[in-house]
């Protein structure tokens, strides 16, 4: 067996030219073999080879989109590097440079075990294509409870360590963040309601997902570009933000243009912004029976813009309030509703033909 700090082992990962420019193209957003091939003059089947390995490995990450396949770095490039180092320190204690990380049932690290106890997602069809319950992999039920257990205890490295292995195992982004993400900030809910914790606790899990979100979301960037705009907002006086966020990602993904408002919009504000952007879809996000009126209000103020009249858009409405009363839609004079972020892109992909270019 070679020393763990074999320099010839890890200049084979971490020095080797052609991954190093194909990891470097990669760096400024998604692409395709034959971009990589033009860009780096490298021959195709070598730059195949490479990617093919690079993604075992969990670097790199391959999305279908029609007929083309697009590459792109799973995390962040620092981490990236520190992943090959990593890996090649495994495979080398392991005894076999270059095989994936043996599976662990103990250890320092139960984030590691889990990463490594894994199986790797190799029918990667989509950036926010949603897993669902059936093919669930088993880790999943372990990701979601140490996420919990690690944005209830305020511990943000052990978070993103997890985030980065979800990512480079090719978990997509509606899986995080439904299977994952919500989950865990909903069980913090289901405490509260108990007694068990307080508003501090899920202020902090709230704020550490945000910056998860975003962290997922960056390695989510769109490989093409729609011509559909939305305009997203939380009613005035709803401070939740958190899934209207991920609505906002999703659309992004799949190309479209997105103007987030945010939280606790006031309705004239929200309504002037409309008739600025002239989007084709408006999101709004009411969590609480007292933000009943102002989304009534809203809604009422949005379809009597100039704007609806000269480019019909859509309005959708959701968010605890709105789950939790039936026939509310038709009410609101609202289009549609979804109850979470994959029903939400199932509705928006029926509704809307996607990834036109530029
Ligand atoms: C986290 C949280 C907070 C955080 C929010 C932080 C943030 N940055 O967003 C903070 C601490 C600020 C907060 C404050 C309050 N909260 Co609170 N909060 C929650 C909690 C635990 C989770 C909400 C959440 O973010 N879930 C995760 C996201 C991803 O899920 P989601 O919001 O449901 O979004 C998904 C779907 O609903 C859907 N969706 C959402 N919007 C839209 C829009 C459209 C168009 C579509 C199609 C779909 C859609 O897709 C999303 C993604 O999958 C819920 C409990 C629960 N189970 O929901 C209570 C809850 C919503 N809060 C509640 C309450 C009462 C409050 C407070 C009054 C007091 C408190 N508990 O602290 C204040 C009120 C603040 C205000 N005025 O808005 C109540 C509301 C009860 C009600 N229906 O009237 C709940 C239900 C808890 C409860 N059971 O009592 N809260």
């Given at each position: 067996m070679r020393n763990k700090f074999d320099p010839d082992v890890l200049s084979i990962?971490?020095?080797?030219?052609?991954?190093?420019?194909?990891?470097?193209?990669?760096?400024?957003?998604?692409?395709?073999?034959?971009?990589?091939?033009?860009?780096?003059?490298?021959?195709?089947?070598?730059?195949?080879?490479?990617?093919?390995?690079?993604?075992?490995?969990?670097?790199?990450?391959?999305?279908?989109?029609?007929?083309?396949?697009?590459?792109?770095?799973?995390?962040?490039?620092?981490?990236?590097?520190?992943?090959?180092?990593?890996?090649?320190?495994?495979?080398?204690?392991?005894?076999?440079?270059?095989?994936?990380?043996?599976?662990?049932?103990?250890?320092?690290?139960?984030?590691?075990?889990?990463?490594?106890?894994?199986?790797?997602?190799?029918?990667?069809?989509?950036?926010?294509?949603?897993?669902?319950?059936?093919?669930?992999?088993?880790?999943?039920m372990e990701w979601r409870n140490t996420y919990f257990q690690s944005i209830f205890g305020g511990k943000e490295d052990q978070a993103t360590h997890l985030v980065n292995a979800m990512l480079s195992q090719g978990l997509d982004m509606a899986t995080i963040y439904t299977e994952v993400f919500q989950w865990a900030i909903n069980r913090i809910g289901d405490l509260f309601q108990q007694g068990a914790t307080d508003e501090a606790h899920e202020h902090m899990a709230s704020a550490i997902t945000e910056r998860m979100m975003a962290r997922v979301a960056q390695f989510h960037n769109p490989v093409t570009r729609s011509q559909y705009r939305a305009v997203l907002g939380s009613v005035a006086g709803n401070w939740h933000v958190m899934g209207l966020r991920m609505l906002a990602d999703g659309l992004r993904a799949l190309g479209w243009d997105t103007v987030f408002l945010g939280a606790n919009v006031p309705t004239a504000s929200f309504a002037s912004m409309v008739q600025l952007m002239r989007p084709d879809l408006i999101v709004i996000s009411c969590a609480m029976e007292d933000q009943a009126l102002e989304l009534r209000e809203l809604i009422a103020c949005l379809r009597a813009?100039?704007?609806?009249?000269?480019?019909?858009?859509?309005?959708?409405?959701?968010?605890?309030?709105?789950?939790s009363h039936a026939n509310l839609l038709a009410d609101l004079h609202a289009d549609f509703s979804a109850p979470d972020l994959p029903h939400f892109l199932a509705e928006i992909r029926a509704r809307y033909t996607l990834h036109s270019k530029n």
């Open positions: 990962a971490l020095a080797e030219p052609s991954r190093r420019a194909l990891l470097e193209n990669l760096r400024f957003g998604p692409k395709t073999v034959s971009e990589l091939v033009q860009a780096t003059q490298l021959k195709q089947p070598n730059v195949s080879n490479h990617l093919a390995k690079m993604r075992l490995q969990g670097i790199v990450r391959a999305e279908r989109m029609g007929r083309q396949v697009y590459y792109s770095l799973s995390m962040p490039f620092a981490d990236v590097l520190m992943r090959m180092h990593e890996y090649v320190s495994n495979s080398v204690a392991n005894g076999v440079a270059g095989s994936p990380p043996a599976a662990e049932s103990s250890g320092s690290h139960p984030i590691a075990a889990d990463v490594q106890a894994a199986p790797m997602n190799n029918d990667h069809r989509g950036s926010v294509e949603h897993s669902g319950p059936d093919d669930a992999r088993p880790p999943l813009q100039p704007a609806q009249a000269e480019k019909p858009f859509v309005i959708a409405v959701g968010g605890q309030y709105v789950m």
